[in-house]
Nanobody, 124 residues
Framework: VQLQASGGGLVQPGGSLRLSCAGS????????IGWFRQAPGKEREGVAC????????FYGDSVKGRFTMTRDNAKNTVYLQMNTLKPDDTAVYYC??????????????????WGQGTLVTVSS
């Protein structure tokens, strides 16, 4: 099971970015997928997580209404569309996956397989 995150970069406040997470070695639609982020000096935070059964992601409170997670099973890829970005969104963003029977939220200790992270910097 491998994950490759990409799409990070520098963006001005109010701007948008789309992150991608490509999976290999497994079939993405049978696994739960999560996006997490970690800012310097802060704990890792759940951003958006989706299970293998339905397409109703859980979102962290700080990103609700601004971020959207989608899944393209044909490409074995998930996306995180980030709009109205704020300086507080600056962090390394990671995608993670695992087989999770029931998803009750976005908790990093439920995931064993992690991508390498992609840096998002929101600054003017």
């Amino acid at each position: 099971v491998q994950l490759q995150a990409s799409g990070g970069g520098l963006v001005q406040p109010g701007g948008s970015l789309r992150l991608s997470c490509a999976g290999s070695g497994f079939t993405l639609d049978t696994y739960a997928i999560g996006w997490f982020r970690q800012a310097p000096g802060k704990e890792r935070e759940g951003v958006a997580c989706i299970n293998s059964i339905d397409d109703s992601p859980f979102y962290g409170d700080s990103v609700k209404g601004r971020f959207t997670m989608t899944r393209d099973n044909a490409k074995n890829t998930v996306y995180l569309q980030m709009n109205t970005l704020k300086p507080d969104d600056t962090a390394v963003y990671y995608c993670a996956t695992d087989i999770i029977d029931t998803l009750y939220g976005c908790y990093d200790d439920e995931y064993r397989y992690w991508g390498q992270g992609t840096l998002v910097t929101v600054s003017s």
